[in-house]
């Protein structure tokens, strides 16, 4: 029996959900970031219309659109949206796998009492009037299928690929839509005459193997439609936590540096230099009573054509 799966994206989930928090920012071109030295962790459509995406510095972001608005972020908040959007999901199926704050999927084949459709386009009426943003919903019969239908019409998609019309669907479209194609394969296939999913699916293994190495059986695989990953409900706490600080200066001491970045900072220590950081993590590890914790920190450093 062919399953029905259904892949939630919402549309650019931080800046749409501080449009829908604040209505005098809708419409508006605005972003989340950094304000200063950071980069732009979400763009709203009015203001990717100037050419701005995600990540691009906040510097460069300001110098293609100066009149955008920048705003901090409330990850609370976002995280509070995200369980609403998703609690929507769980009134239809307990299946429900989120794999980031804003898109995840759930499986609907169980559910008998209403169509796939009707059960998805009810989910994205209610996300819409309630919670005032949009998603993307894409249906089909595995994982690969559904993710590709919502973010091919990006925003406010909704697209449904029937069981057995996977090909049909798959193979007109650009190699780069296929899961571990980057950039650089892309154009590594795109050289050996396979821009198009279709020509990878004709294509024998051993000849793709050429090109994807290892990776050659499964891209095949899903450039055939077939994917057989399970989706895999939530049922255990978050085991790690992460969050994110843009310095406001530069850091200089290199051993300072080269020690937060292996992670030899412990979070009790670090409460001395980053006081609103750490409390917040500290906060929601004590929920599942950590004590001793690890901070790792990455680090970005900003190109002198960025800060000018």
């Known amino acids: 029996m062919s399953r029905s799966i259904v892949h939630l994206d919402a549309d650019a989930f931080f800046a749409s959900v501080e449009q829908a928090a ?14 200063r030295r950071g980069i732009i962790a979400s763009a709203s459509y009015e203001a990717r219309k100037f050419g ?17 608005i920048v705003l901090p972020g409330d990850y609370e908040r976002y995280e509070q ?4 959007m998703f609690g929507y999901a769980y009134d239809f199926t307990p299946d429900v796998e989120q794999t980031s704050i804003d898109e995840g999927y759930f499986d609907l084949t169980a559910n008998r009492k209403k169509p796939a459709i009707e059960i998805a386009l009810t989910i994205r009426k209610a ?11 894409g249906i089909g019969a595995n994982k690969l299928v559904s993710q590709i239908a919502s973010k091919l019409n990006k ?23 296929l899961p571990g194609i980057g950039p650089k394969t892309a154009t590594r296939l795109n050289t050996a005459g396979l821009a198009q999913i279709g020509q990878i699916a004709a294509t024998p293994v051993d000849l793709l193997a050429l090109l994807l190495g ?24 978050q085991k790690s936590f992460s969050q994110q600080e843009t310095f406001n200066e530069d850091v200089t001491d290199e ?12 979070v ?11 409390s917040s993590i500290a906060e929601r590890l004590e929920q599942f009573g950590e004590r001793g914790v690890f901070l790792f920190q990455p680090f970005r450093c900003a190109r002198q054509a960025d800060l000018g």
């Open 22 to 35: 604040d209505s005098r920012l809708r419409g508006k071109p605005i972003a989340v970031g950094g304000e």
């Open 52 to 68: 701005i995406y995600t990540p691009m510095p906040t510097a460069r972001a300001h110098k293609l659109c100066p009149k955008l």
């Open 81 to 84: 949206f995200s369980n609403w």
């Open 127 to 137: 996300i819409s009037q309630s919670l005032k943003i949009t998603v993307s919903e």
């Open 155 to 177: 925003p406010a998609a909704f697209q449904t690929v029937p069981g057995g019309q996977e090909r049909q669907f798959l193979h007109p479209l650009p190699n780069r839509w």
């Open 214 to 237: 290892s990776q050659a059986p499964v891209v095949r695989q899903f450039a055939n439609g077939v994917d057989e990953r399970p989706l895999i409900p939530a049922s255990e706490p």
């Open 255 to 266: 051993e300072y540096v080269e020690a937060v970045n292996r992670g030899h900072i412990l």
């Open 268 to 278: 009790t220590i670090t409460k001395m230099v980053f006081p609103k950081l750490s």
